[in-house]
Structure formats: C-alpha cells, structure tokens
C-alpha cells in the first residue's frame, strides 16, 4: 500500500514569495491533516479535512496561508506571501476516519522543508 | 496551557528496557492518549494508543494509570532503531481537539 506522498521535498524561496506544497494521501483515506514543524518543536496542526469540508482550520494563518482539497482526495497548502518565521517542515498527514473520533491512526507524508530567505 | 508534558530527552542502553512518561492532568473520561515517534528527518509514526485499560503491541505496550493522569510508554528491549522523538498526544474528544505534546528526545547507547 502507497504511503502519503508529498511534493516538493525541499523548497528554498525569498520572503514575499510564494509557495505552495502537494499532498496525495493514502487511498480511501477520508481525512486529511497539514502540520506545520518548526525546528526542535513538535508538529502544530493547521488544517483538518474531512473529505473536502474543513473540520477545523483554528489555527492556519488565514491572511497568508491557504488550503484546499480537490475532490476530497489530494490537497494543497499555499503561502502567500512567505514570511522568515514560515521557515519550517510542512507534514501530511491522513487517516481513515477522524483522529477525533478516539482509535484512528494517522499515516504522515515525509515532509516538505520549505527554508525562507 | 500544555495538555500533555513530558520530558524533553531520556537516555536508554541497547537491550534495556525504556519508560517514556507523560502527563496529562486535564485528561476527562472520552479522551484517548496517542503516542507517535518520530525518526530524524521523518515524518511521525504511530506507536499505540489506548483509553483507560493498558494496551499492548508488538512496538510497545501503553500503560495508564488508574486516574488516568498519566501514561507511560514502554519499549521492551530498546535497539538502536528506536531512537526518535517519542510523542504523547491527548485527543479532546469533547473540544472536537488533539495536541501533540513537545515530545522525548530519546537517545540508545549501544
């Protein structure tokens, strides 16, 4: 069975640019997380989807950051405009059903290193 | 207001066995507890998770205390592969939220 796939693996851009990052998850997975993993810290969850509704996006940076999932299946998560502090490793991850549910397992993606300048 | 704390490194000889501990004082009763490791430049893994009976799996076994305010992780025999950030995550079933705790740098001398 196919993990979490991510994409790009590492992205290097100026501050002001922008970026955005790819996810496909596990076939037949119906919820989608994004993370955001700052150096030495653990993973803080930006965004949640359940299928192509949003479940709970309390803690994305809505004037710079954006996600959608197609379809309910890949998703993408933008940044516009990158800021030095957004520096930090962009995890994906999916489940069945939803962690929030109590027993689910979450399958995470390797991660995009994304490094502002 | 951290939902979960646990120590920031722990060290473990090869063979031995480990004892992750974490708590979480502000657990109610419908709250699971998840652990998640996570390998240099990896993305986390799941380990185990359980409610309020100890669980076991061929990873790890998750023992939970009888007020359910803490939990401890252990590994039976640690091998060098082990080595990860050990994560303890309390999923709030009735705030509809789940917080990863800062995790264990846990390191295995050979």
New interface residues.
Partial sequence: EAG?AQSPRYKIIEKRQSVAFWCNPISGHATLYWYQQILG?????LIQFQNNGV??DSQLPKDRFSAERLKGVDSTLKIQPAKLEDSAVY?C?SSLGS??A??E???????TRLLVL | DAKTTQPNSMESNEEEPVHLPCNHSTISGTDYIHWYRQLPSQGPEYVIHGLTSNVNNRMASLAIAEDRKSSTLILHRATLRDAAVYYCILVLYNFNKFYFGSGTKLNVKP
């Fill in positions: 979490v810290q653990g993973p803080k969850l479940v709970d995890l991850a962690i929030l109590g027993g397992t979450q399958y995470f993606g390797p991660g």
